[in-house]
């Protein structure tokens, strides 16, 4: 049996949690999320505790059981503390500002680059520099700064562009000027 999907979902104080055929929905502080479960699950709430059950035991349902119970989890836990995920933005004029709903971005373009933030995402700029986006819903926000990144992705040579705040960059060694 899966050691992650026989685990129990607590049900944190604040969060309301119902179950809906194979449609899971949360609700909290910092919005509602919905999740729909995979053929063969099933949910149950038992008081301040969610359980996510599979019907048998074939090989489909076996992998999927894990991944159910965890992406229920990811959306409990959204609801009520919410994630956060922190670029950083590198190279001598690149900055970044909030325009309304977009983030206005100087990335060494001849133009600026607006990037339009998903509904559910917010953003912090602090510095110009530091980019802080904010969310309930785990995989929208993964998803939303991974196109931030990919709008200038970091250089190998001068680790210049955006990149995750907790990314360590390889950097490689250029051209030797000279060398006989």
């Known amino acids: 049996m899966s050691r992650i999907g026989k685990k129990p979902i607590p049900i944190p104080d604040g969060v309301k949690v119902s179950v809906d055929g194979n449609l899971v929905r949360a609700e909290g502080p910092k919005g509602k999320l919905a999740q729909p479960l995979s053929v063969g699950m099933t949910a149950k709430v038992d008081g301040k505790v969610l359980t996510i059950a599979r019907g048998d035991d074939s090989r489909t349902a076996r992998a999927l059981h894990g991944l159910c119970r965890s992406l229920v989890a990811n959306m409990v836990h959204g609801v009520k ?3 956060e995920k922190k670029l950083e933005i590198v190279g001598i004029g690149y900055r970044a500002q909030m325009q309304g709903k977009n983030i206005q971005l100087a990335l060494g373009y001849s133009h600026p680059v607006i990037f339009p933030l998903p509904e559910g995402i917010t953003a912090e700029i602090e510095k110009q520099v530091a980019v802080t986006l904010k969310g309930a ?18 250089d190998p040579y001068k680790g210049k562009g955006i990149k995750y705040a907790d990314e360590f960059i390889r950097r490689k060694v250029g051209k030797k000027a000279g060398a006989k």
């Open 137 to 154: 819903d785990k995989a929208l926000l993964g998803q939303t700064a991974a196109k931030l990144r990919a709008l200038r992705k970091p």
């Open 81 to 83: 503390d919410g994630y």
